[in-house]
């Protein structure tokens, strides 16, 4: 079975631009979650998916925004963006929205680099 | 509101040598806590959860952690460190009712030949 993948794997943006990334969840997984792993910390929490819902949002400001489409993949996209947005993005799945169908599944994340 | 705290960001060990990876969590609820790893240039596997019932978790790759209430802690150990155990290490705890997992900042494992 196909994990959770995400597109593109590698990214290079400038200052100001927008981006759109990309993500699959696992087969009959319904929530998606986003995370942004900045070098060196663990990830950082920035929004939750479920039924196409927004389910949770960390603390993150309104430049970044997300949707969840009725296949349950979902976008994550940053708008003007800034040199401290570099990071690796990771995307996570699980059956559904709470803690009792844990674990999250990830994928190998999309890395962002911003000039 | 839940966190986690890793303590010490790099841990070296010799092959063969007891693991120790310490981690100690806040929760006003009785938590879900994990542990991933993480190798270069990849996502996050799960090594081993725990949610509810039996304390001492076994996971993969001969990992296993032991929820303690009184201490806050879930630490996580492997009785004999293999050269393929090297990455970073991700504590993270979450809580039944949604998927806001919180992880802590990681733990670089060396293993030395």
């Known amino acids: 079975d196909a994990g959770v993948t995400q597109s593109p794997t590698h990214l290079i943006k400038t200052r100001g631009q927008q981006v759109t990334l990309r993500c699959s969840p696992i087969s009959g997984h319904k929530s998606v979650s986003w995370y942004q792993q900045v070098l060196g910390q663990g990830p950082q929490f920035i929004f939750q998916y479920y039924e196409k819902e927004e389910r949770g949002r960390g603390n993150f400001p309104d430049r970044f925004s997300a949707r969840q489409f009725p296949n349950y993949s979902s976008e994550l996209n940053v708008n003007a963006l800034l040199l401290g947005d570099s990071a690796l993005y990771l995307c996570?799945?699980?059956?559904?929205?709470?803690?009792?169908?844990?674990?999250?599944?990830f994928g190998d994340g999309t890395r962002l680099s911003i000039l | 509101a839940q966190s986690v705290t890793q303590l010490g960001s790099h841990v070296s060990v010799s092959e063969g040598a007891l693991v120790l990876l310490r981690c100690n969590y806040s929760?006003?609820?009785?938590?879900?806590l994990f542990w991933y790893v993480q190798y270069p240039n990849q996502g996050l596997q799960l090594l081993l959860k725990?949610?509810?019932?039996?304390?001492l978790v076994k996971g993969i790759n001969g990992f296993e952690a032991e929820f303690k209430k009184s201490e806050t802690s879930f630490h996580l150990t492997k009785p004999s460190a293999h050269m393929s155990d090297a990455a970073e290490y991700f504590c993270?705890?979450?809580?039944?009712?949604?998927?806001?997992?919180?992880f802590g900042a990681g733990t670089r494992l060396t293993v030395k030949p």
């Open positions: 725990y949610t509810t019932g039996a304390t």
């Open positions: 996570a799945s699980s059956p559904s929205a709470t803690g009792e169908s844990q674990p999250q599944h």
């Open positions: 993270a705890v979450t809580k039944y009712n949604n998927n806001d997992m919180r």
């Open positions: 929760s006003s609820v009785p938590p879900y």
